[in-house]
C-alpha cells in the first residue's frame, strides 16, 4: 500500500503556461513534505519543501501547496519553461530522522515548445 | 570534488559475478543511504547508515551487503544477483536528524545502472 501517491505517471504543458504536479498521502504522522526534480542519467535533485505547519511556499517560479485536510500537495511551476523537463518526485517525513522519507512513484513533466 | 559521487556509472554483471558499488560524499554529511530505483516505482530505501552504523535495512535480500568504513564512504557488493535486480541504484546523503523545520533534504549521486544478464 503506497503511502505517497502520485496519480499522473506523465503531464505535457505548453511553455509558458502553468505545470501543477499533484501528490496524496495517506499517513496523517506525515509533517515535512518535499519534491525532487530528476532528469534522466541523473539523481534526484532537490527543490522545494514544506512543513506542516505551512499551506504555502514559494522559491521563485515553484510554489507548494499543502491541503492538510485533504492529505494533498501540489507543485506548481509558473511560467513552464523547456528546461522543466523532468520527472518529480513527492516525498514524506514523518518524525525526526530523514531516512523516514517516504517516496511517490514520480511524474513525468514534458513541458513543449 | 563536491558532492555525492558514485561509480561506476553503468555496470553490467552475470548472475554469478561480484562486483561492488561506490558512493563518496564531500558534504560533510553523517548519514547515508542506498536506494533502489526501478522503473515506474517509487525509491526504494535498501540501507540506511548513521555514524557509520547500519540503522536500517529494509528487508534487503542478502545478495546485497552494504558497506561503510568511513562517513565519506559507501560500498554496496554485489554477488550472485538475478536479472530483476536490474535499476538504478541511487547513493544519498544528509545531515541525521534534522532540526524542527530545519529545511533538510537528502544530497543524491547520480546513480549506477546496474544490468544483469
Known amino acids: 500500500d503506497q503511502q505517497v501517491k502520485q496519480n499522473s505517471p506523465s503531464l505535457s504543458v505548453q511553455e509558458g503556461r502553468i505545470s501543477i504536479l499533484n501528490c496524496d498521502y495517506t499517513?496523517?504522522?506525515?509533517?515535512?513534505f518535499l519534491w525532487y526534480k530528476k532528469y534522466p542519467a541523473e539523481g534526484p535533485t532537490f527543490l522545494i519543501s514544506i512543513s506542516s505547519i505551512k499551506d504555502k511556499n514559494e522559491d521563485g517560479r515553484f510554489t507548494v501547496f499543502l491541503n492538510k485536510s485533504a492529505k494533498h500537495l501540489s507543485l506548481h511551476i509558473v511560467p513552464s519553461q523547456p528546461g522543466d523537463s523532468a520527472v518529480y518526485f513527492c516525498a514524506a517525513s514523518a518524525g525526526d530522522s530523514n531516512y523516514q522519507l517516504i517516496w511517490g512513484a514520480g511524474t513525468k513533466l514534458i513541458i513543449k515548445p | 570534488e563536491t558532492g555525492v559521487t558514485q561509480t561506476p556509472r553503468h555496470l553490467v554483471m552475470g548472475m554469478t559475478n561480484k562486483k561492488s558499488l561506490k558512493c563518496e560524499q564531500h558534504?560533510?554529511?553523517?548519514?547515508m543511504y542506498w536506494y533502489k530505483q526501478s522503473a515506474k516505482k517509487p525509491l526504494e530505501l535498501m540501507f540506511v547508515?548513521?555514524?557509520?552504523?547500519?540503522?536500517e535495512n529494509n528487508s534487503v535480500p542478502s545478495r546485497f551487503s552494504p558497506e561503510c568504513p568511513n562517513s565519506s564512504h559507501l560500498f554496496l557488493h554485489l554477488h550472485t544477483l538475478q536479472p530483476e535486480d536490474s535499476a538504478l541504484y541511487l547513493c544519498?546523503?544528509?545531515?541525521?536528524?534534522?532540526?524542527?523545520?530545519?529545511?533538510?533534504?537528502?544530497?543524491f549521486g547520480q546513480g549506477t545502472r546496474l544490468t544483469v544478464v
Open positions: 544519498a546523503s544528509s545531515q541525521d536528524g534534522r532540526a524542527e523545520w530545519e529545511n533538510t533534504e537528502a544530497f
Open positions: 547508515y548513521s555514524l557509520e552504523e547500519r540503522v
Open positions: 558534504l560533510g554529511h553523517n548519514a
Open positions: 499517513n496523517s504522522m506525515f509533517d515535512y
